[in-house]
C-alpha cells in the first residue's frame, strides 16, 4: 500500500494558535499525533510506503528523527518552495491521500482559519465554489485517481470534507472557540487509530471505483489588499475583476493548481514591497 500523506499544523490536536506552534509543547504534540497516526497505519499494513510532506509555512515543522516507525517505510518531504507544495510528489501509483493537521477555509469557524496563505488572501472560489486547502488539494489527489481517504482537524472543517471530499473518514482534533482558541478533545488520540483503521479499509474499494475528477477549473481570488492583484494581474492568463480580485481558468486541473502556486508566491513578494 502507497500512502500521501500532506501535514499541516493549525489542526493538529491541542494547539490554539500560531504563537503558540513556536513553543516546544506544540512540536510534541505534532509529533506525538504523527506517530500514532503512523503506528496505526503499521497496525493495517506493516509495509506500507508513506510519503509525509511537511506542508505547513516553510516545511521546516516535522523533524525526522522524531518520527517512530518499526516496518513502515517512510520518505519526507521537507523545505520550501517546491513543486505543488502541500502536495508535492502526488501521482496516481498512491492507493491514498490523507491530510492531517488540516484547518477550515478563510472565513471560516476553525481556528487559524486561511486559505493557503494567511498573509495575502482573502477569499478563494474553484467554478464558483468558496473552497480551502482540504478541497483545493483533495481535488488535485482525484486528478491523478487517487481518492482522500482521510482527513483530520478541527470539528469545523467536517462540513467542508462531506460536501467536497465525501470518500474520506473525518477525526476532530479540537474544538473552535475563537480564531485563536481551541478546545482540544480528552480521546482525540485514543480514538485516531480506529479512524485510519477504517479509512486504510476502504482505501483499496475507493481506488478501484471510480473517482470524480474536476474538469475545467476557473479559480477566483480575491486577496486582502489590491497590491496582490496588482501584480499577478500582469499574467497573461490572468484577467482582473475588481480592485482586489483576479480570476483564470484553465481546462486542466493540474496545470490550474502550478498556476495558483505560482500566483500565491507572487502575491506573498509583492507584500513585501
Request: aromatic share 8%; net charge neutral.
Given at each position: 500500500m502507497r500512502l500521501f500523506v500532506s501535514v499541516d499544523y493549525?489542526?493538529?490536536?491541542?494547539?490554539?494558535?500560531?504563537?503558540?506552534?513556536?513553543?516546544?509543547?506544540?512540536?510534541?504534540?505534532?509529533?506525538?499525533?504523527?506517530?500514532?497516526?503512523?503506528?496505526?497505519?503499521e497496525e493495517v499494513n506493516?509495509?506500507?510506503?508513506v510519503l509525509m510532506v511537511d506542508s505547513h509555512s516553510r516545511g521546516d515543522n516535522i523533524y525526522r528523527s522524531m518520527l517512530e516507525t518499526s516496518s513502515v517505510k517512510l520518505d519526507l518531504v521537507s523545505g520550501y518552495p517546491r513543486p505543488n507544495y502541500m502536495m508535492t510528489g502526488i501521482d496516481s501509483t498512491f492507493d491514498g491521500v490523507m491530510f492531517v493537521g488540516y484547518h477550515t477555509k478563510a472565513g471560516g469557524w476553525g481556528a487559524m482559519d486561511h486559505s493557503y496563505s494567511s498573509s495575502t488572501i482573502y477569499r478563494l472560489l474553484i467554478?464558483?465554489?468558496?473552497?480551502?486547502?482540504?478541497?483545493?488539494?483533495?481535488?488535485?489527489?482525484?486528478?491523478?485517481?487517487?481518492?482522500?481517504?482521510?482527513?483530520?482537524?478541527?470539528e469545523e472543517l467536517e462540513e467542508e470534507i462531506k460536501e467536497n471530499l465525501p470518500e474520506a473518514v473525518f477525526h476532530a482534533t479540537n474544538k473552535t472557540w475563537s480564531r485563536f482558541s481551541a478546545q482540544s478533545y480528552h480521546d482525540a488520540?485514543?480514538?485516531?487509530?480506529?479512524?485510519?483503521?477504517?479509512?486504510?479499509?476502504?482505501?483499496?474499494?475507493?481506488?478501484?471505483?471510480?473517482?470524480?475528477?474536476?474538469?475545467?477549473?476557473?479559480f477566483t481570488v480575491e486577496f486582502l489588499n489590491r497590491l496582490?492583484?496588482?501584480?499577478?494581474?500582469?499574467?497573461?492568463?490572468?484577467?482582473?475583476?475588481s480592485s482586489r480580485t483576479i480570476e483564470f481558468t484553465m481546462s486542466d486541473y493540474a496545470q490550474a493548481f502550478h498556476a495558483f502556486q505560482a500566483i500565491v508566491f507572487m502575491a506573498s513578494s509583492a507584500m513585501r514591497l
Open positions: 493549525e489542526g493538529i490536536w491541542g494547539v490554539p494558535s500560531w504563537e503558540f506552534m513556536k513553543t516546544e509543547e506544540a512540536k510534541q504534540l505534532l509529533h506525538k499525533e504523527l506517530n500514532v497516526l503512523l503506528k496505526s497505519i506493516a509495509n506500507a510506503y467554478n464558483g465554489k468558496e473552497v480551502g486547502e482540504s478541497t483545493i488539494n483533495g481535488f488535485l489527489a482525484h486528478y491523478h485517481g487517487v481518492p482522500v481517504i482521510f482527513v483530520s482537524g478541527s488520540l485514543l480514538t485516531l487509530p480506529e479512524k485510519v483503521h477504517q479509512a486504510l479499509q476502504n482505501a483499496k474499494q475507493l481506488k478501484d471505483s471510480s473517482i470524480t475528477k474536476i474538469g475545467e477549473a476557473t496582490a492583484a496588482d501584480v499577478t494581474s500582469e499574467l497573461p492568463f490572468v484577467k482582473r475583476l
